[in-house]
């Protein structure tokens, strides 16, 4: 294919790609996807969808990011049957009593001011409204995404924009180079043989899918370095139960004794999860890095690339804050 130098090239059919190529359609430029899975085959369709920042750095940047996705995902709550967004209610406890304090998830240290301050009404949980071996957690309405619905939304959104959407992979960033003026990378844990960036690493995680007794608010206990988490999200297909964060761990295939820890661990906060019945097991590959790269360079060949990979486990969170810098990014790339 003859390179389009007005044309922007995203690679990538997530969560991320999709959100920064409708930035930049919206924008005004002219944007093809190019992905070699389909939305529902990618890691962000396993995704679990709470807007939080968990798992992400630079830390400053991280929540800055996080901010402007819980503005965009709270007002497309406004239209949860059509975007896939929702506000639920939910507590994110701290550390367990008997473990030492990390950085975590929940907004403790001064880096998270901001974070704070966007999200209205969050507030220190009340010992009644902890569970047995927690003694500090926060509550909090937030959104709560539908990914799949979400994907579906975002795909309408990007052709509205007059973008297009293409399935077939890249075998580096140079062949994209030629078919395109600008490529926008966003191809998460595939970066790692594209760019190639082997500081790109899977966090496996998996989950548990099942039928939902009556659960209305989300639950989260995730200490940011443990293997082994515990949350239940109640979406409108079910109650997602999880979860693990492996680190180097490749497998997509569900663990059965894995599973069963999971579905013990949350039934232990609701107990009517026990005898719930299960519809789907999903396993997930988190595109992890020691920081988000986000960061532009001159390709060989002199094609312009904006990259945009290494989200952890916070894509959706995000994703539109990152967006923004994307076209600031493609805005000033410098004539050759």
């Known amino acids: 294919m003859r390179i389009n130098a007005s044309e922007v090239l995203v690679i990538g059919g997530g969560v991320v790609g999709l959100t920064s190529a409708i930035a930049l359609a919206e924008d005004g430029h ?53 975007t896939g967004s929702r506000m639920v209610t939910g507590t994110m406890t701290e550390t367990v009593a008997d473990e030492p304090a990390t950085s975590g998830t929940a907004p403790a240290d001064d880096a998270l001011t901001a974070w704070h301050d966007a999200v209205p009404g969050l507030r220190r949980a009340r010992p009644d409204e902890l569970p047995a071996g927690h003694t500090a957690g926060w509550r909090a309405r937030t959104p709560l995404v539908d990914m799949p619905a979400h994907l579906r939304y975002l795909e309408g959104r990007l052709a509205a924009a007059g973008g297009t959407l293409e399935r077939r992979p890249f075998t580096s960033l140079t062949e994209a180079g030629q078919e395109a003026g600008t490529v926008v990378n966003c191809s998460g844990l595939g970066a790692r043989e594209l760019v190639p960036d082997p500081q790109v690493q899977p966090v496996q995680g998996q989950l548990v899918v099942v039928a939902n007794p009556g659960i209305e608010e989300w639950f989260v206990s995730a200490d940011g370095g443990a293997s082994d988490t515990t949350y239940v999200l109640p979406q409108p297909f079910g ?49 992890a890095r020691t920081a988000v790269r986000l960061a532009a360079e001159r390709l060989p060949g002199g094609a312009w690339c904006v990259h945009n990979y290494g989200h952890g486990g916070a894509g959706v969170t995000v994703a539109w804050g990152c967006a923004d810098e994307v076209v600031r990014k493609v805005r000033e790339a410098p004539a050759e």
């Open 30 to 82: 002219r944007v093809r996807v190019v992905s070699r899975d389909r939305a529902d085959d990618t890691t962000s369709a396993v995704a679990g969808g709470l807007c939080w920042p968990y798992r992400i750095q630079p830390r400053e940047q991280a929540v800055r990011w996080s901010v402007r996705g819980f503005e965009v995902l709270a007002a497309l709550a406004e239209r949860p049957e059509e």
């Open 239 to 287: 109650v997602v139960l999880g979860g693990t964060a492996r680190e180097h761990a490749w497998s997509r295939e569900p663990d059965p004794a894995v599973a069963e820890a999971i579905v013990a661990r949350c039934a232990r906060r609701f107990p009517a999860l026990a005898g719930a019945r299960v519809l789907e097991h999903r396993v997930g590959l988190r595109p």
